[in-house]
């Protein structure tokens, strides 16, 4: 059964740092693009950035500047450097993997920006 598990989400002041790690296991990780979504309460889920197999990203305009994506295939694992937070990035955000018809989700970490 294919796993993507989320970690490093959390509580932090607004303008702090945090990393998100989405470590899968039981796909060929190479072969996948990989990516980030959030969802706020009482909003739809949205894209925040995904990256290729070939390490191209796509960021989405209300963080880009801020956060970066990025992915190590030796461990993989995709990671999202969120700095600059602000309040209205406070969300779930879920890992994304995808390839041809094929899609999997995790189940999301919390991160709340609040002073």
């Known amino acids: 059964q294919v796993q993507l598990v989320e970690s490093g989400g959390g509580l932090v002041q607004p303008g702090g740092s945090l990393r998100l790690s989405c470590a899968a296991s039981r796909i060929i990780f190479r072969f996948y693009t990989m990516g980030w979504y959030r969802q706020a309460p009482g909003k739809q889920r949205e894209l925040v950035a995904t990256i290729t197999t070939g390490g191209n990203t796509n960021t989405a305009d209300s963080v880009k500047g801020r956060f970066t994506i990025s992915r190590d295939n030796a461990k993989n694992t995709v990671y999202l450097q969120m700095n600059s937070l602000k309040p209205e990035d406070t969300a779930v955000y879920y890992c994304?993997?995808?390839?041809?018809?094929?899609?999997?989700w995790g189940q999301g970490t919390q991160v709340t920006v609040s002073s």
């Open positions: 994304n993997a995808q390839v041809s018809d094929r899609e999997y």
